[in-house]
Structures are given as C-alpha cells and as structure tokens.
C-alpha cells in the first residue's frame, strides 16, 4: 500500500480523462472488459483488500470507458457483493466475532458524529 497509492494519487491527479466523456465500447466489449477487471480485482480484494473501491472505479473508467457515474455504481454493488459474501462464509465455518463487530460498528459511528 504504500507504493500503490502514491502512485494512484498521481495518476488519478494527472489523468483528466477520468472526468472527460470517452467513446464508450460495445457493450460485449464492455462486457469481457468488465469482467477481466472484476477477475482482478476480486483476487486483490481477497487477498489484501483496501483500496478495492478506488482501484475498480479507476480501472472501469480508464479501461471499460464507463461514466464515472456508472463505474461508481458498479463499484459500489460489487464492494458491497463481495463484503456480504466475506461475512456469509466467516459465518459459515463459525469465525465471525459478533461483539467485536458490534463494538467496531459503534466506534465507526461515534467517530462519524458532528460535534456541535
């Protein structure tokens, strides 16, 4: 990680394509395209994981010429995808810690609290 996001941050603040409209593929294109990167990041995400979310969204803008609004929905229902799956297998084979989920869970939310 610490190689890879210095290098992500200057090249998401070097590439103004990303924001740009791109001819976009065939959707087959898209397709193959699409789910080369999943395939890709999917082993990332499951054997390291942070960033998952960023790479994806980049890799669908740059590579497959989605929008940056529907590589952004595609990057979310496959982050939350692949965390639901995470957690039904942890459950599975009885590994899932509920109260420190819990306790995580409400620390994250405390820590999200405005102040007045």
Do not use: C, Q, W
């Not at 791109?22 to 390291?48: N, R």
């Not at 529907?70 to 979310?76: I, Q, V, Y």
Request: proline share 3%.
């Amino acid at each position: 990680m610490l190689i890879i996001l210095p290098l992500t941050a200057v090249y998401v603040l070097t590439r103004k394509e990303l924001t740009s409209k791109k001819e976009p593929h065939s959707f087959k294109v898209m397709l193959i395209l699409s789910m080369l990167i999943a395939f890709a990041i999917g082993i990332y995400d499951g054997f390291y994981g942070p960033g998952t979310g960023t790479f994806l969204l980049l890799l669908l803008t740059t590579f497959a010429h989605m929008s940056l609004k529907d590589a952004n929905g595609t990057t979310k229902v496959i982050n939350l995808t692949t965390n639901v799956t995470s957690l039904v297998i942890f459950f599975i084979n009885g590994t899932v810690i509920i109260s420190l989920g819990l306790i995580a869970g409400a620390f994250g939310m405390a820590g999200n609290l405005n102040p007045i």
